[in-house]
């Protein structure tokens, strides 16, 4: 009987988590586009670029130990031959027990994303972080044109919200 009473609690808290996701449209603290150091390789306007939206909402008195853990992360994605493009991120509280945290990251493959999620800071991060913060994400297709200006909020804040409004092509999780 308490098991089943555990895994109803735990199944009402994942809808709630992903009608949190789903319903949220926020676009606030959000840092300009970046580029890695020492970017030269070009952008076809036209290819699709892999690119993926994390969001993750925990306890507010998690986020010191979120923000220790991803100031590494942020090191290991800008480092070269990460094979990122580009990327923003934002944190917004919304109460006391709704800290939230997305980043949204463009890849020059879908590997190098693969390979950056499965490594070092990264993986140290989800492992320590696994049952403090509910995760949600979006794997999306972004055409070279529609990447935002680096450096510039207004062109960042419409291409976040293309990707929250679902614009652009779902890119399946591969198996």
Known sequence: MVSMFSQDKTATRQAIVTAMHKGDQYIGL?????????????????????????WGTMHTARAFKFARLT?????QLHS?????????????TWGFSDFRAE?????????????????GAHRRAMTEMKEDVSFRVRRV????SDLPTPGDSTSTKAFVSRIKNGDFPEAVKKA
């Open 30 to 54: 959000l840092k300009p586009w970046t580029l890695p150091p020492n970017t030269q390789t070009p952008i076809d306007k036209e290819k699709e670029y892999f690119t993926v939206a994390t």
């Open 103 to 119: 980043t949204f990251t463009v890849w020059h493959e879908r590997e190098h994303m693969a390979a950056f999620y499965q490594s």
């Open 71 to 75: 100031s590494a992360i942020g090191e």
């Open 80 to 92: 070269e031959g990460s094979g990122l493009i580009g990327e923003t991120r934002q944190v917004s």
């Open 141 to 144: 297709w972004v055409k070279g």
